[in-house]
């Protein structure tokens, strides 16, 4: 049958995910988001992604049909409805997107309304060639484009105006093409990369930026949660390029890939170029949470 999507509280052939030119969402970028994972095909964090998803809903004054336990139900329909597509060794990748719909200047002439539209697809197409870097790190470059300060475009808000963001991506692998971007506040402070929250590691002692001008990340507030339950210390604060690049070790958080190693940063090596302890120690609380080898399951998927 394949797979199908969710819309409006319609289900849907997966061809149908589309939506107009005149959308609001294609004029302005102006939508907002959330994007989850399966781990042992379970939804991870499902409720903290919806907490998120009704504030950006309530700051932008999205319009939305769906209250928090509307749009919770929904999500679970649809991955129930498209449980049989999916392989053994499949996890689920989600997203809902929510739409303001056309711009006023054509909602009188065109059927179309704010819509929220829900999918599903496989984990393994977004973490393809992932395994070799959690095996030796991923390199960074902090890139010329920054992040737009909160006062100008709020970050902690999940939507989908980023041209900036695409920006620095291709900046970035103007360098490096597997690197992902650092971007910088008006400050020169680090936030966050493009699509992941930062840490860095100073003897012992855990660090990330401060969340004024990057996202509240689900994956960063999870490993904050195992540093507590494990006794490590950390504190969130202002990170400057130098401290990074003279950390012990660094990392990515985000949901796809949960933990993903960074080796080098401006073609410099971090610490001894190798993933660092805390790293792998994290990395493996993080597994046995939430009783999937996520590491392992990127190389499986990889030699398939």
């Known amino acids: 049958m394949g797979r199908r999507i969710w819309k409006n509280g319609l289900f849907l052939p997966e061809s149908e995910a589309v939506y107009s030119v005149y959308d609001s969402a294609a004029m302005y970028g102006d939508v907002v988001f959330e994007m989850q994972r399966s781990f042992n095909k379970n939804i991870f964090k499902l409720d903290a992604h919806l907490n998120r998803l009704m504030d950006s809903i309530k700051f932008t004054e999205m319009p939305c049909a769906y209250n928090f336990y509307e749009l919770r139900q929904a999500h679970q329909d649809l991955v129930m409805a498209n449980r049989f597509e999916f392989g053994p060794d499949d996890e689920y990748r989600t997203l809902i997107n929510v739409s303001r719909g056309p711009l006023p ?116 507030n999870f490993v904050l949660s195992l540093a507590r339950k494990h006794g490590i210390e950390y504190r969130e604060r202002n990170i400057e390029p130098f401290d990074a690049i003279t950390a012990d070790e660094t990392f990515f958080t985000a949901t796809p890939f949960s933990i993903m190693p960074c080796t080098s940063i401006n073609g410099q090596k971090v610490g001894n170029g190798k993933v660092g302890k805390m790293t792998e120690f994290l990395s493996a609380k993080w597994e046995e949470a939430v009783d999937c080898d996520f590491r392992e399951q990127a190389r499986r998927w990889d030699n398939a």
Not at 140 to 165: L, M, W
């Open 105 to 220: 200047i054509y909602k009188d002439i065109l059927e179309v309304k704010p819509w929220v539209m829900m999918t599903v697809y496989p984990l393994k197409w977004v973490l393809r060639g992932a395994s070799k870097f959690y095996e030796h790190g991923r390199p960074a470059v902090i890139t010329h484009f920054g992040a737009i300060p909160s006062r100008y475009q709020e970050n902690k808000v999940k939507h989908h105006a980023r041209i900036s963001s695409r920006l620095a991506e291709l900046e970035a692998r103007r360098y490096d093409e597997s690197a992902w971007p650092l971007l910088c506040d008006d400050s020169g402070f680090i936030t966050e990369s493009t699509g992941a929250n930062f840490f860095c590691v100073h003897r012992d002692r855990l660090l990330t930026p401060e969340p004024r001008n990057c996202l509240r990340g689900i994956s960063r």
